[in-house]
């Protein structure tokens, strides 16, 4: 009976932290300072009126939160992942996500573990973790899948570019000329980068930041190419059209290799993913049978299973990852 307490009452509370985080993400109004206090890299523990008014709107305990983590180093690499991710929240907010995700991973593993008695708590703790983990997960894939198309959109903005500066525009004029014509990603971080020039930052500085914003070895080859010119000069336009010419061939040959290991790719998911899948339809067809894996000492089998199944993915998506 304590059991179903505890974990009705973890999941109330987990319920209710996602709806605070929510109405906090989904309530606040985030001006023009605040979008570049976030994309112009300005350090997490900064004293800036920026960051001043972000904290000002962030609730009680994510302000709590950030004061608390802002000295460390995590602060700092997760505001860069959010950044990355195109994500609008404080690292206080991320964390409230995170523990919230924790909660209901922990109430979700007491109620399958319910029929086991006291291994019931061992098996909540077991999902604890792992739950903990799937924001940052989510935060991961969103910020691959973002670079993923900034790349693809790379080739054909290098030549808008190119094209722009033969018929007369300043390097300026044709950023933002892309961030009028092209679309999402690329348009909003050109729009970042005419905005924090125009705010007195130089282009060299506003393109680094947009390469720390964008991590792409073909956008580190552009901003080195116009690095380079201006320090030097030359025609600017000419270098770009090899470089589009290099990143658009770069990009078919990724296709393609895309393509020739998506097989591969796709058979480690089902293999990594068919055992859990087939254990909880097994659990629900049949709980008493299942329960009786997570008592001592037969719960070490599922547990070197799982151990097992993450170390033959990782290698799986070692094998068929090729780099260009």
């Not at 080739?155 to 390097?171: A, K, M, P, Q, V």
């Not at 130089?202 to 580190?220: G, Y």
């Not at 690095?227 to 589009?244: K, M, P, S, T």
Request: glycine share 10%; aromatic share 6%; proline share 4%.
């Amino acid at each position: 009976m304590w059991i179903a307490v505890m974990v009705a009452l973890t999941a109330a509370g987990a319920i209710l932290l996602i709806f605070f985080g929510l109405a906090g993400i989904l309530g606040r109004d985030r001006t023009m300072d605040d979008r570049l206090g976030r994309y112009a890299s300005l350090r997490p523990d900064g004293d800036g009126r920026e960051a001043d008014q972000r904290r000002g709107r962030s609730s009680a305990l994510a302000r709590r939160l950030d004061k608390a983590v802002s000295k460390t180093t995590y602060a700092e690499m997760m505001a860069t992942k959010l950044a990355r991710a195109d994500l609008r929240l404080t690292v206080g907010e991320f964390v409230m996500i995170k523990l919230a995700a924790a909660l209901a991973a922990y109430a979700l593993g007491m109620l399958l573990g319910r029929n086991t008695g006291a291994i019931s708590l061992l098996v909540g703790v077991a999902f604890l973790l792992p739950g903990s983990f799937i924001p940052d997960l989510y935060v991961i894939m969103r910020a691959k899948g973002r670079t993923k198309k900034f790349n693809l959109q790379l080739g054909d903005t290098i030549s808008l570019l190119s094209n722009s500066l033969r018929s007369g525009y300043s390097l300026l004029q044709s950023m933002e000329l892309i961030a009028r014509e092209s679309p999402p990603p690329m348009s909003h971080e050109f729009t970042r980068v005419v905005r924090e020039v125009g705010l007195g930052i130089s282009h060299q500085e506003a393109m680094s930041n947009l390469l720390r914003r964008v991590p792409s070895e073909d956008l580190d080859l552009l901003i080195t190419a116009i690095n380079i010119q201006h320090e030097v000069g030359g025609n600017l336009a000419q270098i770009l059209d090899v470089i589009g010419h290099t990143i658009r061939e770069r990009v078919r040959i990724k296709g393609e290799i895309s393509v020739l290991t998506a097989q591969g790719q796709m058979s480690g998911y089902v293999i990594t993913l068919l055992p859990p899948g087939l254990g909880v339809v097994l659990y629900l067809i049949n709980p008493n049978y299942m329960s009786q894996i997570f008592a001592w000492p037969w719960i070490c089998m599922p547990i070197g299973a799982g151990v097992m199944v993450v170390v033959g993915f990782w290698a799986m998506q070692k094998i068929v990852t090729i780099e260009v």
